[in-house]
């Protein structure tokens, strides 16, 4: 029962991990279709992780968008991690917000403030308007 293809020192079971006598190399082109899927997924990888400050930023709907995604883009072509840990931080914390109360009160403050007039149309108070009663429920009495 030999085989008469086979070498007489050749074993009759030879691993499919070998290369076959026509060139072939099966193992070869496994690990090249796996290092290169490898290669694509760490990379796609690495770019998520890169936009993930960007992508939180842009769901909370943040103040300081374009900063965060500066941040990002320069930890990216950098490799520097310290602009990549203050866009996370920048985007993950909301600053909290003064310039709405502040307009507000100036708000507010410009409805209460009376009317521009010039100095030539101030009025003049009369002097009944100057004596003040003692009670300012009582009207004062006309003297006359």
């Known amino acids: 029962m030999s085989n008469p293809d086979l070498h007489h020192m050749a074993h009759g079971h030879v691993p499919g991990y070998l290369p076959g006598a026509d060139g072939s190399d099966p193992l070869f082109t496994v690990m090249a279709v796996f290092t290169i899927v490898l290669i694509m997924g760490i990379g796609a990888l690495y770019f998520t992780l890169h936009a993930l400050p960007e992508k939180m930023a842009h769901t909370d709907n943040h103040m300081q ?3 965060i995604g500066i941040l990002s883009v320069m930890a990216l072509f950098t490799h520097n991690n310290l602009f990549w840990v203050a866009a996370i931080v920048i985007a993950a914390f909301r600053m909290p917000d003064f ?3 502040i307009q507000s009160i100036a708000g507010s403050l410009k ?3 009376p ?3 010039g100095p030539e149309e101030v ?3 009369t002097v009944s308007e100057k004596v003040s009663s ?3 429920a009582k009207p ?3 003297e006359g």
């Open 111 to 113: 409805r209460l403030e």
């Open 134 to 136: 003692p009670d300012p």
């Open 99 to 101: 310039l709405t109360p």
């Open 115 to 117: 009317n521009e007039i």
């Open 140 to 142: 004062q009495a006309e």
């Open 65 to 67: 968008f374009q900063l």
């Open 123 to 125: 009025p003049v108070p």
